[in-house]
Nanobody
């Protein structure tokens, strides 16, 4: 399973951005898709997660400023962020967890996959 992220770039503080990530490969289903970020010298942290049922969670630092959505038909997850702050500057990674294709139409073993990361820089 591969994840291809797009979006990001240089944004002014107070602006907005949209990150997208598409999963490809041979898999049975994706349970959760999420966005994480890692600033230099910091640990990678969860930004937002969405389940296959549409349940979402957000980190407190982005709550009210971020919106995560997914298109299960296209196997994509999108993160929209507004009112960006300098502290939102980081490399953003998408993540997916699910099941590979098993025998016939059955689910196979679990998978966890990271995307390649996309840089978001917020300037003051």
């Amino acid at each position: 399973v591969q994840l291809q992220a797009s979006g990001g770039g240089l944004v002014q503080a107070g602006g907005s951005l949209q990150l997208s990530c598409q999963a490809s490969g041979r898999f049975h289903s994706i349970a959760t898709m999420s966005w994480h970020r890692q600033a230099p010298g910091m640990q990678r942290e969860l930004v937002a997660r969405i389940s296959n049922l549409g349940d979402t969670i957000y980190d407190a630092s982005v709550k009210g400023r971020a919106f995560i959505s997914r298109d299960s038909d296209k196997n994509t997850v999108t993160l929209q962020m507004s009112s960006l702050k300098v502290e939102d500057t980081a490399t953003y990674y998408c993540f997916a967890a699910g099941n590979l294709q098993g025998k016939g139409w059955s689910p196979g073993r679990n998978f966890n996959t990271w995307g390649q990361g996309t840089q978001v820089t917020v300037s003051s």
